[in-house]
């Protein structure tokens, strides 16, 4: 008589990241696919060898479960940010800039969540996520991994099933065109940034470019300071711009050299996404403390379900006041220091690290206090990896989900085997 062996169980996601040792990334099939996409510049040049760090070789595990919790705070989010209530707080500390009533909705909102062992943790909400196309263009560079989580999810990525990112991504772009332009043809896409051949995210640049020219769009990438305003219209040279994709750190366009988009933009004579009411809405880290306070949202009509999941979803946000100083210096320890209008870590601190000069600066700014969420971990051959998870979303939809990898403070492209990671989902 032969006895059936036992079904194994499946291992959970947090098994996964400890136990599995694999390489998911094919260098080689990144290679194909970064000349697919741009046979002009070498990207893989760029990408590989040149930003080695870029993207990790490990893939990420995600519970299905803790997916979905994640989805519902981006859903009770996304209520309470609708809220024309909600709107008129934030835009009372935003720029003027702000106030304009854009029909565009923005593109590439981030949302950021440490795993906590109580559930998934907001820590922040970006309005232009960086990485998106560079993450959609990894997917198809993966190889299967182990048995053990390949018997997971057999070809299951998130945000991979049906429509393909890449076709989601020129899907929203084609979206913010008709809110403000609808029935008028999309001719010419600017993508702007400071000096954009110098940011560490050049290569995706050089990908939207050419996602753009694929679909019969031209598109340029240029510094603020190349582009006019004159004769009703946006110009670099002598060519008319449609539309911005925005990928400048400052969201009220409040410096000089911005200022020929800026007065195309309050104009409506060009198309802007992400644009300074995005960022007032989502990104400015004083929200956070506001979407996490269930009497707030219970006072502007914000439902009790969404109160409680935003209550447990997001890392406890405090602004800080001068007033406070005593309370905040004595839980320092338990926080994090953030700039209000703050990104990539810039002028972060970790609280236990805290001098009273730095303080005393804080004190002089606007600043938040975040409850400290230790990252959960990724755990390779070549050490323990601090990680985080990231959601590209537009209109409240996720479009793709990635992992980062880190060692130190925050997330960073300098550390040996991490980098943007592919996230897998077991059930």
Not at 64 to 70: H, I, V
Not at 149 to 166: I, N
Request: net charge negative; charged share 25%; glycine share 6%.
């Amino acid at each position: 008589m032969t006895i059936a062996p036992l079904p194994q169980p499946a291992a959970s996601a947090e098994q996964l990241n400890r136990s599995c040792r694999c390489a998911s990334l094919s260098r080689d099939l990144l290679r194909r696919e970064l000349a697919d996409w741009d046979a002009t510049h070498d990207l893989y040049r760029m990408v590989g060898e040149e930003r080695p760090y870029l993207f990790a070789e490990a893939p990420v595990f995600l519970d299905r479960a803790n997916l979905q919790a994640q989805l519902a705070v981006i859903a009770a989010a996304e209520t309470a940010i609708a809220n024309p209530a909600y709107q008129e707080r934030v835009l009372c500390y935003a720029p003027e800039s702000a106030r304009f009533p854009a029909k565009a909705h923005g593109v590439f909102v981030g949302y950021d969540f440490h795993l906590s062992p109580d559930g998934p943790k907001l820590i922040e909400i970006n309005s232009n996520a960086g990485g998106g196309l560079l993450n959609a263009v990894a997917i198809r560079a993966q190889l299967c991994c182990c048995e053990a989580a390949d018997r997971q999810r057999p070809g299951d990525r998130p945000a991979a099933a049906g429509t393909a990112p890449e076709a989601l991504f020129m899907q929203i772009f084609a979206d913010e065109w008709r809110c403000e332009r609808d029935g008028q043809a999309l001719h010419t896409v600017a993508i702007v940034d400071e000096d954009p051949q110098n940011q560490y995210l050049w290569p995706e640049f050089l990908l939207f470019q050419a996602l753009f020219q694929r679909h019969g769009i031209r598109a340029l990438i240029c510094d603020p300071a190349e582009l006019s305003y004159r004769d009703a219209a946006l110009w670099h040279g002598d060519i008319k711009i449609d539309l911005v994709y925005n990928r400048l750190t400052d969201f009220g366009l409040e410096q000089a050299k911005q200022q020929p988009l800026l007065q195309a933009y309050l104009a409506a004579d060009v198309v802007l996404t992400p644009h300074p009411r995005n960022h007032a809405l989502y990104a400015d880290k004083r929200n956070l403390a506001l979407l996490g306070d269930a009497e707030f949202l219970a006072e502007i009509g914000i439902d009790a379900a969404s109160r409680d999941i935003l209550r447990r979803g997001i890392a406890e946000t405090r602004i800080v006041e001068a007033q406070n100083a005593e309370w905040f210096w004595q839980q320092r320890k338990q926080l994090f220091f953030k700039p209000a209008k703050g990104y990539g870590s810039k002028a972060a601190y970790r609280g236990d690290k805290l001098t009273l000069r730095v303080f005393d600066e804080i004190l002089r700014h606007d600043y938040v206090a975040q409850a400290l969420v230790k990252p959960s971990e990724r755990q390779l051959d070549i050490g323990d990896l601090k990680m985080d998870l990231r959601h590209f979303v537009y209109r409240g939809q996720t479009q793709l989900v990635c992992a980062r990898l880190y060692q130190g403070q925050t997330t960073n492209f300098r550390t040996p085997g991490g980098g943007f990671a592919q996230v897998v989902v077991t059930p």
